[in-house]
T-cell receptor
Framework: GEDVEQSLFLSVREGDSSVINCTYT??????LYWYKQEPGAGLQLLTY?????DMKQDQRLTVLLNKKDKHLSLRIADTQTGDSAIYFC?????????????FGAGTRLAVHP | GAVVSQHPSWVICKSGTSVKIECRSL??????MFWYRQFPKQSLMLMAT?????????EQGVEKDKFLINHASLTLSTLTVTSAHPEDSSFYIC??????????????FGPGTRLLVL
């Protein structure tokens, strides 16, 4: 079945770049997503990438997609303390007549001075 | 754009009572709404999916009589936890999506509702 895996924890120094990695299994996914969750809050859509793209850049965020290896990454440039949160990778899969999301376990990003 | 609200943001109730949680898409019409449950330090678990005016489709292992979902309009879905018990305590998050999403099929999430059953 579909599965999404990501590392659980990342610690970076403020001002450095953060790279969060994710692998997925469903090669037919049309969209792949990165969501951010702060403590006690819902999920905020950070960015998404179409499956026919290799890279997408949006201000400090860069998403890289390697379809051959089914690998997705999120790079955050100039990481700030406000970026501390849990980051979920997600892919779309079609089931039961709906386009649903399957999430990774989430990567907890800790930014320290 | 793509704002989804949930109400209430938190609720404490006695065991045996029913609790209703509302999910609204504020600035777009959501053909499909989703309800998730999240346990501490874990990922989201999809409970059910619904289209406006249709019965919800529940994921395996989710009791449809326990978690009643009503998707009454293109902007409102409700989740009712019936006869709540302490094991139902959790963080419930809804999302709105479907073909009419600002980015088609992309889900936009509400802020979540924390339920504590005593």
């Amino acid at each position: 079945g579909e599965d999404v895996e990501q590392s659980l924890f990342l610690s970076v120094r403020e001002g450095d770049s953060s790279v969060i990695n994710c692998t997925y299994t469903d090669s037919s996914s049309t969209y792949l997503y990165w969501y951010k969750q702060e403590p006690g809050a819902g999920l905020q859509l950070l960015t998404y990438i179409f499956s026919n793209m290799d890279m997408k850049q949006d201000q400090r965020l860069t998403v890289l997609l390697n379809k051959k290896d089914k690998h997705l990454s999120l790079r955050i440039a100039d990481t700030q303390t406000g970026d501390s949160a849990i980051y979920f990778c997600a892919e779309i899969y079609f089931s039961g007549g709906y386009n649903k999301l399957i999430f990774g376990a989430g990567t907890r990003l800790a930014v320290h001075p | 754009g793509a704002v989804v609200s949930q109400h209430p943001s938190w609720v404490i109730c006695k065991s045996g009572t029913s609790v209703k949680i509302e999910c609204r898409s504020l600035d777009f019409q959501a053909t499909t709404m989703f309800w998730y449950r999240q346990f501490p330090k874990q990922s989201l678990m999809l409970m059910a999916t619904s289209n406006e005016g249709s019965k919800a489709t529940y994921e395996q292992g989710v009791e449809k009589d326990k978690f009643l979902i009503n998707h009454a309009s293109l902007t409102l879905s409700t989740l009712t936890v019936t006869s709540a018990h302490p094991e139902d305590s959790s963080f419930y998050i809804c999302s709105a999506g479907g073909t009419s999403s600002p980015v088609t099929e992309t889900q936009y999430f509400g802020p979540g509702t924390r339920l504590l059953v005593l």
